[in-house]
């Protein structure tokens, strides 16, 4: 089943479980991928509903940490709760043995040598690892490599 399927359905069955907290999350992912869908005018794969997900756990990660450092516990459990509903629909996430396996392989494919191949490796990584790492520390990872 597609992922947009699989997320449609879900927020179904949150309706007919009344689970009001679960719904309003689906129904907020469901539309900013309509939302994309809209402004881009093209029906969207699982590799983009993915890198939706994706940026919304990420948005929602930034939220929790600054909701928490300023001491609002309320907005950060709110967010908190948001962030398991989505990771639900996010691949596994890499080990770390994985991930230093993935960045190898493309560094050998890509040929790369210098910082000045970056844009190639992480054209490479990224469809590999899209949400199932932090991109920032996946190009941590292949900076400290190649510097």
Do not use: C, H, W, Y
């Not at 994309?36 to 939220?63: F, P, Y």
């Not at 469809?127 to 996946?138: F, Y």
């Amino acid at each position: 089943m597609a992922l947009k399927e699989q997320l449609q359905t879900a927020m179904k069955d949150a309706m007919r479980a009344k689970d009001k907290a679960r719904l309003g999350v689906l129904r907020m992912i469901l539309a900013d991928i309509k939302r994309v869908e809209v402004d881009e005018r093209i029906e969207l794969d699982d590799a983009r509903v993915l890198a939706v997900l994706d940026k919304m756990q990420k948005q929602r990660r930034d939220s929790f940490e600054q909701f928490e450092a300023a001491g609002r516990q309320d907005l950060a459990d709110t967010e908190k709760a948001e962030l398991e509903v989505i990771a639900q629909f996010l691949p596994a996430a890499l080990s770390e043995s994985e991930l230093n396996e993935l960045i190898d392989s493309a560094l050998a494919a890509t040929g790369a040598a210098s910082m000045a191949d970056m844009g190639k490796v992480m054209g490479v990584l990224k469809p590999q690892v899209q949400g199932r790492a932090d991109m920032g520390q996946v190009s941590q990872q292949v900076k400290a490599r190649l510097g």
